[in-house]
């Protein structure tokens, strides 16, 4: 189907003759064939959004529509690749055109040519339908990738192929399903606005642990839940972004950048080529993909992208993977879609956003989840938004919106960025609506006392903060010893345990179990002190000089030193209690 252009907006087009067109089709338009996807229809016309450098197209040009909604290609290759916003890969056409990406550029997303090594796991003569496998493919040394029936398709297979090399379009399995026969390739394509179905959804029952404390420990992100960041400019969202596609224990990372600046992109397209899955050493884009819109690049391919990144990631949840998919920053896409949206002259809602902001990011987080797929595996997809609120006020509607819809808020504080508390999340106004649901966890797998260790650290931080009030109204001096005490812990716990340095090398990760213990000699000592207060010992003269730079040093502690570390602060502990008990 054939149609003209009538009209051209920036980025959003009028095309005129394309009778059968439908809501969302994805469309070639002009001569260099730029991807479109029809965002609204008017009477005869198609408003059409264009994902690419519109510049220099003329009216008239013709206009194709591909009959289907705009897609992703799903298939090995994926991992390690770098995609733009309508998965374009980067890198692939960097190499062929340089830094800047012209339009209309055509360059498959998957390649074509490249064989894999496909092991059949079904037969001649097997009953299959979707969600199963038939085969696995080794796509890299971290992933297996698993041929799978795609949705709605079974059969008997009739024939499959022997272990071999196989280029993606090459036919791997015929199957017979009732009369209809149905070819198996590797390649398959989804539309990226409708989520890929599973079985059932499964509890958020158990931690995507992330190496991080404040979050493992006080706001813990569940595998298949989600998350949300806002923080004002520079508060740190990027380098959590970063950190948890370096340390998250998800088996795959989907990593979607949407850079306001230019540098941002670029050091992640510099960055994480050469970064190591610290767990098997092996190359990080051996278990990644990336999503990357530059700056010079269209907003428009902005708003597709979010979607692009999260069919991948159920792609791979489809093969039994606990996929996560970090976006930063979310505000990026919601401007786009403003954007988008006024040139349609829509109504704007709040602060100019679309009326359907609120929709459009619920059907968007909606998509994570731990859930038993087709094929009767379980896999998932955990997702974490950053949000760049304006000034860093969260009361505007992308924050509220996403706020809404997640179900971890990890706040992000200008102050404590600042005064360089890093993680900047703010212990006093972050929460994770998974706590309960995955204390059980905890206490089978971490330590019984962990949920009350947790509770009871939490606590002495909100002390903290009731007590500072006081001690401005009174003065330090005049306050009870006691709370001088919860004073001096919940400092220990803000400066040894919830800060953690990104960029050294040890304090990078701790394990849950590193975790555990930081915070369990911490909570002794606050135990044993607690009882030399109570016994009439003022809190200036507790001898605890070497203890608190023992426990200081923890954080740098390379996990393999914990546990004599750990014994070494006891016996410390013990020696003093002793000596200023007697
Ligand atoms: N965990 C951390 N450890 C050490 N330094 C950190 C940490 N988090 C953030 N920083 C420091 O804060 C700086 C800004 O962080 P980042 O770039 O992540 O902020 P942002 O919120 O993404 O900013 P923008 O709004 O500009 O995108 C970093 O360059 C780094 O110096
Ligand atoms: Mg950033």
Redesign the pocket.
Known sequence: MEGRIISISGSVVIVNGLNDAKMNDMLLVGDRGLVSEIIKMDGENAIAQVYEDTTGLKLGEKVIDTGAPLSVELGPGLIGSIFDGVQRPLDVIMKKEGQFIGSGVRVDPLDRKRKWHFKPKASSDQEVEEGDEIGEIKESSLIKHKVIVPVGVKGKIKKIVEEGDYSIEEVLAVLDGGGKKTELKMLTKWPVRSARPVAEKLPPVIPLLTGQRVIDTFFPIAIGGSAAVP??????????SH?LAKWSDADIVVYCGTGE?GN?MTEILSTFPDLKDPKSGKPLMDRTVLIANTSNMPVAAREASIYTAITIAEYYRDMGYNVALMA??TSRWAEALREISGRLEEMPGEEGYPAYLARRLGEFYERAGRAKLLGGKTGSVSVIG?V?PPGGDISEPVSQNTLRVTRVFWA?DASL?NSRH???INWLNSYSLYTDELDDWYYKNVGKDWPDLRKRAMALLQKESDINEIAQLVGYDALPENDKLVLDIAKIIREDYLQ????DEIDTYSSIEKQHSMLDVIMKLYDVEKQLVDGGIVVSTLENADIKQMIARLRYTKEEDIKSALASIRTEMNKIAKAQRG
């Not at 923080?231 to 959590?240: C, H, R």
């Not at 953690?500 to 960029?503: L, P, T, V």
């Open positions: 923080g004002p400019f520079g508060a740190g969202k990027t380098v959590i950190q600046r941002e930063d920053s950053a760049s992000l960025a890093f993680p900047s953690q340095n990104a960029f």
